[in-house]
């Protein structure tokens, strides 16, 4: 017997039932997200891998810059920033320092410190294996290598540039075989990646930002449209969000599905990365698929649809969908990048961000960066958008209001990434995106900007992972 869909909210009071189980739902949600957010203090931070990246390629391309260049964008001495920055990742970390980790401050140190690289080097001789003892006895004895007899004792140590780099410059091997000189203008395009055109980017939305200030202080920003979306209630959106998208489909689901995805996956012949980017990309599904359903059951029977549909995408015209998208991400950086300042000057190890920012900074295989590409580009925008602006806002907007909706809607949306250290950046974030939704009256618009956001995220990840 087919099951009859949920009464609108113009039917009356909700039954009882229904109320009870969102209680519920909503009860374990808050305990989950409430455990998620202590359990974050002890997940590792991509913070410190961010840092030493970037300071590996200033580093690296510093000198490589115009002289009067040099201490503007790079500082005076950035291999003497980096080597402070590595004693003090490693002396933090619970784990002893690699073999590759401690020759690259070995070498770091020898202008400065040379009597402690000289036995940093020595002892690390006593450590490694046979086929990596070469590199490190030629670099205690001072010889001179040609570029050939370098690639050979540099081979076992699959080394970093920076390393090899180094290394190269300290055995004397000829400046143009060096990775550096190779690589310049490579190396070049990835510091002015990382550094300059994010200054460029800030100072824009910072503009911008004051600029829609201004108009707001004077009252001259167009009428917000009228707030359309899903006939549902308030008890509708908690079973939603609550029961679907936590309970289901981040608790339930994944348990039942994670060993046998994992199971499924090992029967095929994929190495390790791509093994773990088909994993990710499967269980996000699987996450979607929950609330979705649950959404499509609620929507039956709720009388005619509006233009566009209940949650008013409206992709066109495209070009003013993504010029808006575009601008709001603009207006966010500033406003996000202050809050990150903010907690790592006042909180200096908040402890886990997202555990896919760490995967795609340190994955060898283009086919899983296309994984996580693909779930954090094109299927979190969507489906997080969906529930988050095109759900949740408009329900609690028609009770309260466009302005308590953006911000409630934010709150929700940072507590679901279960991140403390990225809870505020997040619900500033949060905020663009129910604004942009409110005063667009488009959830296309909120989706572009979701997915450029992410992407922007994931292009500085790949620059510093090189």
Not at 260 to 271: E, F, I, Y
Not at 320 to 332: H, I, K
Not at 409 to 424: C, P, R
């Amino acid at each position: 017997m087919r099951a009859s869909p949920p009464p609108s909210p113009a039917s009356g009071a909700e039954p009882g039932w229904k109320v009870l189980l969102a209680l519920i739902s909503l009860s374990l949600c808050l305990l989950l997200w409430l455990n998620g957010l202590v359990d974050s203090l002890g997940r590792p931070s991509v913070g410190d891998s961010l840092n030493l990246r970037q300071l590996e390629l200033t580093a690296l391309a510093g000198e490589l810059l115009p002289q009067s260049l040099q201490e503007p964008l790079v500082g005076k001495d950035p291999r003497a920033e980096l080597a402070r920055e590595m004693k003090r990742q490693i002396a933090a970390s619970p784990l002893p320092a690699t073999a590759l980790q401690r020759l690259e401050l070995a070498l770091l140190q020898r202008g400065s410190q040379p009597l402690v690289a000289a036995a940093e080097l020595r002892a690390l001789t006593e450590m490694v294996d046979a086929p990596r003892r070469p590199l490190l006895k030629a670099l205690s004895e001072g010889r001179r290598a040609d570029a050939a007899q370098f690639q050979f004792w540099l081979e076992p140590w699959r080394a970093p540039m920076l390393v090899a780099q180094l290394s190269c410059e300290q055995l004397g091997s000829p400046g143009d075989s060096c990775p550096a000189s190779r690589w310049q203008r490579r190396l070049l395009l990835q510091l002015l990646g990382v550094s300059v055109l994010p200054l460029l980017l800030l100072l824009l939305g910072s503009g911008l930002l004051l600029r829609l200030a201004w108009q707001a202080w004077r009252q001259r920003l167009p009428v917000a449209p009228p707030l359309i979306g899903p006939p549902l209630s308030l008890v509708d959106g908690t079973l939603l969000v609550a029961g679907g998208f936590v309970v289901l489909g981040e608790v339930i689901l994944p348990q039942l599905l994670q060993q046998r995805l994992k199971g499924l996956v090992a029967l095929l012949p994929l190495n390790d990365a791509l093994s773990q980017g088909v994993q990710v990309l499967m269980l996000y599904l699987a996450l979607m698929a929950a609330p979705l359903l649950i959404l499509v059951w609620m929507l039956q029977g709720r009388g005619e649809r509006p233009g566009q549909g209940w949650l008013q995408w409206r992709w066109r015209p495209w070009s003013s969908t993504l010029g808006s998208a575009a601008g709001l991400v603009l207006m966010m950086l500033p406003a996000v990048s202050l809050c990150g300042w903010l907690i790592d000057r006042f909180w200096p190890d908040p402890g886990g961000s997202n555990p896919m920012l760490e995967l795609v900074l340190s994955s060898p295989d283009p086919r899983a960066l296309a994984c996580f590409a693909l779930t954090a580009i094109v299927l979190a925008p969507l489906f997080e958008e969906a529930l988050f602006r095109g759900v949740l806002l408009p329900v609690v907007g028609r009770r309260w209001g466009g302005g308590a909706a953006v911000l409630i809607s934010a709150a929700v949306f940072a507590l679901a990434h279960l991140s403390l250290s990225e809870l505020v950046p997040l619900f500033v974030l949060g905020i663009g995106l129910g604004w942009l939704r409110w005063r667009s009256g488009r959830l296309g618009a909120s989706v572009l900007m979701h997915a450029l956001w992410n992407s922007l995220t994931f292009l500085n990840l790949l620059v510093l992972a090189g």
